[in-house]
């Protein structure tokens, strides 16, 4: 909480800032130099000022609409809660693929059917970049699908061995 505090207080000492600069500025332009009628310092003033109000509330500021258009700020804080849902949803993923369908059909089949949807999801998770924070689960999740996988191939050589030497 400290940080955002800080960062607050930093955008409205920036604003105030800004908001100063510009009226100062605006002044020097209006009274030393000449270039600027009063009616144009009004407006140079204004316009500084928004922006200073713009930078001290830049926390709370999602979009600007100006004469038909739209600004949009980008919003970094749902960006990570974003990005934690989706850890949560594919860590939620891995946890179920680990169950298996439990029908009798996958006695006779050779290869563990959890392989193809691991695989899937895998390439999923590696190709949003999520793989070193997810490591712990994908671990788990392969040596699980890894003693499954061995154990059903351990179980079709021995019945072929058990045949063999009856």
Same mark, same amino acid.
């Given at each position: 909480?400290?940080?955002?505090?800080?960062?607050?207080?930093? @955008? =409205?000492?920036?604003?105030?800032?800004?908001?100063?600069?510009? =009226?100062?500025?605006?002044?020097?332009?209006?009274?030393?130099?000449?270039?600027? $009628?009063? %009616?144009?310092?009004?407006? /140079?003033?204004?316009? /500084?000022?928004?922006?200073?109000?713009?930078?001290?509330?830049?926390?709370?500021?999602?979009? =600007?609409?100006?004469?038909?258009? %739209?600004?949009? /700020?980008?919003?970094?804080?749902?960006?990570?809660?974003?990005?934690?849902?989706?850890?949560? %949803?594919?860590?939620?993923?891995?946890?179920?693929? #680990?169950?298996?369908?439990?029908?009798?059909? $996958?006695?006779?089949?050779?290869?563990?059917?959890?392989?193809?949807?691991?695989?899937?999801?895998?390439?999923?998770?590696?190709?949003?970049?999520?793989?070193?924070?997810?490591?712990?689960?994908?671990?788990?999740?392969?040596?699980?699908?890894?003693?499954?996988?061995? @154990?059903? #191939?351990?179980?079709?050589?021995?019945?072929?061995?058990?045949?063999?030497?009856?």
């Amino acid at each position: 909480m400290k940080t955002k505090e800080k960062r607050s207080k930093n @955008n =409205i000492v920036s604003g105030i800032f800004v908001a100063i600069a510009g =009226i100062i500025c605006g002044l020097l332009l209006l009274i030393y130099s000449e270039k600027m $009628s009063g %009616t144009e310092f009004v407006a /140079f003033s204004l316009g /500084f000022s928004v922006i200073g109000l713009i930078i001290c509330f830049a926390d709370n500021i999602k979009e =600007i609409n100006y004469g038909g258009g %739209t600004l949009k /700020f980008n919003d970094s804080a749902s960006i990570v809660m974003e990005s934690n849902n989706d850890l949560g %949803t594919y860590r939620l993923l891995l946890s179920t693929n #680990l169950k298996g369908s439990g029908h009798w059909g $996958s006695v006779f089949i050779k290869v563990d059917e959890r392989v193809e949807d691991f695989c899937r999801l895998f390439d999923e998770i590696e190709r949003r970049g999520y793989l070193i924070d997810l490591k712990p689960e994908v671990i788990k999740s392969l040596n699980i699908i890894m003693v499954a996988q061995y @154990n059903e #191939l351990a179980l079709i050589h021995n019945k072929h061995k058990n045949k063999m030497k009856v």
